[in-house]
Nanobody, 124 residues
């Protein structure tokens, strides 16, 4: 399994931007499909975005499409989530996840390794 550590969360005003990072351990980072999920208070874990191992394909939840961009740097073993035009409804703990799957799963069950999460709070 790969070890994941997220960073970059914080408090931001509505309309602002934040970039999350997820540092991965191990030498096989490029073999993993990576994803971001989020969990708001009192709600279940929700898919946000996923990216293929070499970064050629991405998939987004409808709620973030056009505002968020997922990317990865395999040379640095790092996953990113650029979040623009943030809304109060984006407030959640954001988790990165890694899965040894060949497709862009939108289900948490498709990912076997998870980070500890980073809080993003968007004020109105």
């Amino acid at each position: 399994q790969v070890q994941l550590v997220e960073s970059g969360g914080g408090l931001v005003q509505a309309g602002g931007s934040v970039r999350l990072s997820c540092a991965a351990s191990g030498r096989t980072f490029s073999s993993y499909t990576m994803a971001w999920f989020r969990q708001a208070p009192g709600k279940g874990r929700e898919f946000v975005a996923a990216i293929s191992g070499i970064g050629s394909s991405q998939r987004y939840a409808d709620s973030v499409k056009g505002r968020f961009t997922i990317s990865r740097d395999n040379a640095k073993n790092t996953l990113y989530l650029q979040m623009n035009s943030l809304k109060p409804t984006d407030t959640a703990v954001y988790y990165c996840a890694a899965g040894a799957v060949s497709y862009l799963s939108t289900y948490a069950s498709g990912f076997s390794s998870w980070g500890q999460g980073t809080q993003v709070t968007v004020s109105s």
